[in-house]
């Protein structure tokens, strides 16, 4: 009997140290005393409240502690470990609620490089702006969600489309995308991966754009209607364009500008090294008839004081349009208002304000005197072919490039003001004081004659020869030149026009002086506007 107690009391001794090993085996804790009386939460099920000693079992644990139902702090992948004591502190803070979900679900959703859950997903954030990354796969999006105390936020995203946010301004245009008509602004849309055709378009004004976007991207995509002016570079005339009209030709602050005809953005600028400040300002340049060569007029009247003697003088310049490098700059004593190339671009052809015609070799660059016509060169142009310019007293004159030869036409009594040519070389058009007169090109004959209120500053004939406009200081008149119409005027400029340019029928571009630098480009007689397409 005894022998039989003695075995119990074994089998009971050995029970009870099974059971406290086993109670105790893998187990550590985790002791949380601040804040008081806060809720404890183990992986989202609540435990108790603070001051509180844990005993979990060897592992990881998300553990959050709550003062109240928005302000709380989670600290997440706590280590637990066999037979040791934590000691964690928590200090809560506001919270808001980020409700996720996508297409397709299960996406793996992050902040920054924390790993939030998968979609749909609600998790709660600290207030102010997170960006939220989405992937499933090759799939992801980057979001920017702005999270407020105790306000849920609702996110959603399309990984296999992107979101496009689309306003226009003025809101009352047309937007077409791939052919379909939208009036309503702003908008969102879905569009699928790949590059979109847009359309935008309000009275005269239309432009296209193409819009990329990748699936799972949001962009915010603008389109504003702007005023097409050229940048602030004090930009005046004469103007020109390049023969093969690529170019916009002007002078300004630092030197002569080639803007892209269709972007009006300066793509090419040329300088005068020896004045890189531009103290003294060209009047005026040419350009060869295969685009290769420029020269510039740049009298030297501030710089002047390095000359012994007072003597005006002019430089002129010559770049090879390629390279942009300067094949001759040299002084000459002469007061130059007109420079071009002869045909073969071998010689710059200079008019002297005096009335004399120069000649200068661009290899050697020797300046000769091929005549003077006795009186002053008051107004000139050219085309590809021959220059045509006028004099004090009336009389116009056309030299041929090719031979340098001189006819001359009385077509007036009175100094010669403004002079345009046809970019088809059919007609000239030439003024003095308030009187217009059309030439013929070929013999200087006059076609027929036009008087105004005003005295005339400049011309220009449309490529077609179908519009002729006139500058009267700071207005402008385009009228049919056949029906001699008004088709619309341009009034109240900001300083008087001495050049003008017609770019086709619909787009004329004005330009002021020196003195008072404006360049205006302008559709059918309103300022040109063109529409911005602007991404974020």
């Excluded at 679900?105 to 924390?114: I, L, M, T």
């Excluded at 749909?120 to 090759?138: A, R, S």
């Excluded at 702005?146 to 245009?173: D, G, M, R």
């Amino acid at each position: 009997m005894r022998k039989h107690l003695k075995s119990l009391l074994a089998f009971v001794l050995l029970f009870i140290f099974s059971l406290s090993i086993i109670s105790c085996e893998g187990k550590g804790k985790i002791i949380i005393e601040e804040p008081p009386n806060a809720d404890v939460y183990i992986n989202g099920k609540k435990v108790g409240k603070t001051p509180i000693t844990l005993e979990l079992r060897e592992g990881k644990y998300n553990i959050t502690v709550a003062t109240a139902p928005f302000i709380e702090e989670t600290k997440k992948n706590v280590q637990v470990y066999f037979d040791k004591t934590i000691v964690l502190k928590f200090n809560p803070s506001p919270k808001g609620i980020l409700n996720a979900d996508s297409i397709p679900r299960e996406a793996e959703v992050y902040d920054k490089r924390e790993f939030l859950g998968t979609t749909p997903m609600q998790v709660k954030l600290d207030p102010g702006i997170h960006e939220i990354f989405f992937q499933k796969g090759k799939l992801s999006a980057v979001r920017k969600v702005n999270i407020e105390y105790q306000k849920e936020t609702k996110l959603f995203v399309n990984l296999e489309k992107s979101i496009v946010h689309i306003n226009v301004n003025p809101s009352n245009a047309i937007l077409i995308i791939d052919g379909k008509k939208y009036t309503q602004f702003p908008i969102t849309l879905e569009l699928e991966e790949g590059i979109h055709n847009i359309v935008v378009k309000k009275d005269l004004y239309e432009d296209k754009f193409t819009l990329k976007v990748r699936k799972g991207y949001e962009l915010n995509v603008s389109y504003e209607l702007k005023p097409l002016q050229l940048p602030p570079v004090q930009a005046y005339g004469p103007i020109k364009f390049t023969n093969n009209g690529k170019y916009l030709v002007s002078m300004g602050k630092a030197g002569i500008y080639f803007w892209n005809i269709n972007k009006f953005k300066p793509e090419i600028s040329l300088w005068d090294p020896e004045d890189v400040r531009n103290f003294d300002k060209f009047i005026n340049f040419g350009i060869s008839n295969n685009d290769e060569f420029v020269v510039g007029i740049k009298p030297i009247r501030k710089l002047a004081y390095q000359f012994k003697n007072k003597s005006k003088r002019d430089k002129i310049l010559i770049w090879d349009l390629k390279t942009t490098a300067i094949l001759s700059s040299r002084l000459y004593d002469i007061e130059a208002i007109f420079a071009t190339f002869t045909k073969d671009n071998s010689k710059v052809i200079l008019l002297g304000k005096n009335g004399t015609i120069y000649l200068l070799d661009i290899n050697s660059s020797n300046l000769e005197e091929k005549e003077n016509i006795g009186n002053n060169i008051t107004a000139f142009s050219e085309t590809k072919d021959f220059v045509v310019f006028a004099d004090s007293i009336g009389n116009i004159y056309k030299l041929d490039k090719s031979s340098l030869d001189i006819i001359k036409e009385k077509v007036f009594s009175s100094k010669i003001n403004a002079i345009a040519t046809s970019k088809s070389n059919k007609y000239i058009a030439i003024a003095s004081n308030n009187k217009e007169k059309l030439l013929n090109t070929v013999d200087l004959k006059i076609i027929k004659e036009k008087s105004f209120k005003e005295n005339i500053t400049a011309m220009a004939i449309s490529p077609s020869d179908k519009q002729i406009a006139v500058a009267f200081g700071r207005k402008v008149v385009v009228y049919d030149k056949q029906t001699e119409t008004p088709l619309y005027t341009i009034e109240n400029l900001p300083a008087p026009i001495i050049s003008m340019l017609f770019k086709n029928e619909e787009v004329l571009i004005t330009a002021s002086g020196i003195k008072t630098p404006y360049v205006g480009i302008w559709k059918k007689g309103k300022l040109l506007k063109k529409w911005v397409q602007t991404i974020k």
